[in-house]
């Protein structure tokens, strides 16, 4: 992935400074076949959905949840106080961020659980008035954390060197597949953002060497996330088969917001691991 230049300062008897060795590490003019092939996992989903599938409309069933009761005048009162996990973690998140505790990508780790932190709040208007208009508000921050979590992954595992220029275009491209859905109707950049990165996460924990220590914790991240979109879908039946307790939907909320606590866990107790790259 980097070629290394090798050069020796102050071997020289007329310079006094003492001998120097330094190792430069420069870009190569070609990227790698894992680099290749991450850049193909992420791109090829998004060019099968527009050539073989066509406009997906956002179901007006989606903003039907199972469980609508108010509780001391809110409506939706489980779904919207299961956010509070979210305000949780971000804030978690955050601290630890911006208290300089987190080696690595840490801008992007930043801005992933800031976009955790803002879930909280777009999730809380979304249910208390469901529709479309409230939904936008609703995935923006839920794309902010996605893809600040791929911009995250992508510069520590291939390079740190790339994270500004990935953190930036991943949020733009993030926020334009809501918008997208927005202005027309289509949520087919929206599901290749949901999906794609998912499947290139996966594909950088296995192929690319890992810089630091407890990176199970992202794995169970993924699947506890994974967990999460089948509560969504079960939300009825398991309304039903918990007697009116809790709906999938408040399930999914706190299954959602244990995928970036398990990321907390990681960055807070990982340590860099000798001999790795970079």
């Known amino acids: 992935m980097l070629s290394e230049l090798v050069y020796t300062r102050g071997v020289d008897s007329l310079d006094p400074a003492p001998a120097v060795t330094r190792t430069l590490r420069l870009s190569p003019a070609t990227p790698s076949p894992r680099e290749l092939a991450l850049v193909f996992l992420v791109l090829a989903p998004l060019g ?30 489980a779904n919207i106080i299961s956010n509070v996990s979210f305000l949780i973690v971000g804030v978690m998140g955050l601290r630890l961020c911006l208290g300089s505790r987190v080696d690595g990508a840490s801008r992007a780790w930043t801005v992933f659980f800031l976009g ?22 609703d995935r923006i921050p839920m794309t902010v954390a996605f893809m600040a979590l791929f911009a995250a992954l992508v510069a520590e595992h291939v390079t740190p060197a790339i994270e500004r220029g990935v953190l930036r275009g991943a949020l733009v491209v993030g926020i334009v597949s809501v918008g997208w859905w927005h202005y027309t109707g289509d949520l087919r950049p929206y599901v290749w ?68 606590y398990c990321v907390y866990l990681m960055l807070r107790r990982r340590k860099p691991l000798e001999g790795s790259p970079g």
């Open 193 to 260: 953002m949901q999906f794609a990165p998912l499947l290139a996460l996966v594909f950088m924990v296995i192929a690319f060497p890992g810089r630091h220590s407890h990176r199970a914790y992202l794995i169970l991240g993924l699947l506890l996330y994974g967990l999460a979109k089948v509560a969504e879908l079960g939300d009825a039946a398991i309304f039903a088969a918990t007697s009116g307790a809790i709906s999938g939907h408040s399930v999914k909320h706190l299954l959602a917001a244990c995928s970036p």
């Open 48 to 77: 099968v959905l527009f050539a073989a599938v066509p406009p997906i409309a956002q179901d007006p069933a989606y903003h039907v949840l199972a469980d609508q009761r108010g509780f001391l005048g809110v409506r939706n009162f």
């Open 116 to 137: 955790i932190f803002l879930i909280a709040f777009g999730s809380t208007w979304y249910h208390w008035s469901p529709n479309n208009e409230t939904l936008a508000w």
